[in-house]
């Protein structure tokens, strides 16, 4: 969800539902809140508590763009990259496959 990766990066805390891929970009009370599925009073209220508690959401701001830019860090993920192609190019069972 690119929405919701940018608001994270501009140090807005999401709140969502615990769907998908949005639980390994949203922590739980860290960088926002994670909601059931179809529990419109719980989506309702965790927006509220964010809108009514501005330490709350300046903390969990911050918290939200650094995880952000850990995450995509390009070096890191460059090197992760490098290490898997590494890994795979030394390994026996890799065949060079050649198309027509």
């Known amino acids: 969800p690119i929405a919701i990766m940018e608001a994270l990066f501009r140090g807005v805390p999401v709140v969502s539902c615990d769907i998908g891929g949005i639980p390994e970009m949203v922590i739980d009370?860290?960088?926002?809140?994670?909601?059931p599925v179809e529990d419109a009073a719980a989506l309702a209220a965790a927006i509220r508590e964010l809108l009514q508690n501005k330490t709350l959401l300046k903390s969990m701001g911050a918290e939200?763009?650094?995880s952000m830019h850990a995450m995509c860090d390009r070096r890191k993920t460059l090197e992760a990259l490098m290490e898997t192609f590494g890994l795979v190019a030394n390994t026996e069972s890799v065949r060079i496959v050649r198309r027509s």
């Not at 009370?29 to 909601?35: I, K, N, Y």
């Open 29 to 35: 009370g860290v960088t926002g809140r994670l909601m």
């Open 64 to 66: 939200a763009s650094r």
